[in-house]
């Protein structure tokens, strides 16, 4: 699976990152309170130009974009 320019970029990014202009929210956001110190959340999102998963994590255990290829 190819992906675009954009999502290339976008998996190498900050957890402070905005997801890129194509990039669209997918489900609701999955907010994860017991977790030390302030719990976290995460947020699923597609791409509608190559079609690719992300999700974002502020968990910072975690990698920020989480980029899943098929
Ligand atoms: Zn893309």
Same mark, same amino acid.
């Given at each position: 699976? &190819? +992906? $675009?320019? !954009? $999502?290339?970029?976008?998996? =190498? =990014?900050?957890?402070?990152?905005? /997801?890129?202009? &194509?990039?669209?929210?997918? *489900?609701? #956001?999955? +907010?994860?309170?017991? #977790? =030390? /110190?302030?719990?976290?959340?995460?947020? *699923?999102?597609? $791409? !509608?130009? $190559? &079609?690719?998963?992300?999700?974002? &994590?502020? *968990? =910072?255990? *975690? !990698? /920020?974009?989480? !980029?899943?290829?098929?």
């Amino acid at each position: 699976m &190819s +992906i $675009c320019d !954009l $999502c290339e970029e976008q998996a =190498k =990014k900050w957890y402070v990152a905005k /997801p890129h202009e &194509s990039l669209r929210k997918v *489900d609701e #956001v999955r +907010i994860y309170k017991g #977790v =030390k /110190p302030r719990g976290f959340q995460e947020q *699923d999102y597609q $791409c !509608l130009v $190559c &079609s690719a998963k992300f999700t974002h &994590s502020t *968990d =910072k255990n *975690d !990698l /920020p974009w989480t !980029l899943w290829r098929g």
